[in-house]
Structure formats: C-alpha cells, structure tokens
Nanobody, 118 residues
Framework: QVQVEESGGGLVQPGGSLTLSCSASGNIASINAMHWYRQTPGKQREWVAG???????NYVESVKGRFTISRDNAKNTVYLQMNSLEPEDTAIYYC????????????WGKGTLVNVSS
C-alpha cells in the first residue's frame, strides 16, 4: 500500500505563485511515476503534470512554462511549483502515485484546494 497526502493549497491572486507538496509513504519502491491532477465542479478530473523515477517530466499544454513538477527522493515528496496563476487554474489538486504493469495501481490523496482570485 501507498499513502499520499497533499498540502500547500490556498488563496492566491492572479499572477501569483503557489507550491503544492505531495508526501508519499508506504511501499514507495513500487511506484513508477507521480502525477498531479486537478478537478473543478461539474468537470472531469484533468491530468496536469507527471514525473517518473528517472526524472522525466510532462505537462498538459495549458500549464507548460508556468508549472514545474519536481521530486525530492530523500523526502519522498513531489512538488508542483505554480507560477503566473490564472483564475482558470482554480481547482482541487490531487496527487497520484502510479504503479505500472500487470499489478498496476493508482493511489490518490484527498486533494488540496487552489483558489486563484482577486
């Protein structure tokens, strides 16, 4: 089992910055990639960014150049640095730990709210 917990959400003005953290515990060695997703009421959960065990990163087009995903293996923590925030970035942000393969599994946190508003 793997547990993930997000932190760092809050209220920020348009153009501002915020850093989310995702702390993972449990059978970390089985995890192949970590991701951030976000969801707003009435919409499907949207994948935002991902990072694998060798540090390869990917982003949804709408956040490229503004968001940066990174990891600190010593702390079992993944970060999402968000700059130039827009009202459209307002959502609940979820951390996901993914295990590939025939015994693949997704582990989710409870989410943290990011509210971009003046």
């Amino acid at each position: 089992q793997v547990q993930v917990e997000e932190s760092g959400g809050g209220l920020v003005q348009p153009g501002g910055s915020l850093t989310l953290s995702c702390s993972a515990s449990g059978n970390i060695a089985s995890i192949n990639a970590m991701h951030w997703y976000r969801q707003t009421p009435g919409k499907q959960r949207e994948w935002v960014a991902g990072i694998n065990t060798v540090g390869t990163t990917n982003y949804v087009e709408s956040v490229k150049g503004r968001f940066t995903i990174s990891r600190d293996n010593a702390k079992n923590t993944v970060y999402l640095q968000m700059n130039s925030l827009e009202p459209e970035d307002t959502a609940i942000y979820y951390c996901n730990a993914q295990r590939y393969g025939p015994n693949g599994m997704d582990y989710w946190g409870k989410g943290t709210l990011v509210n971009v508003s003046s």
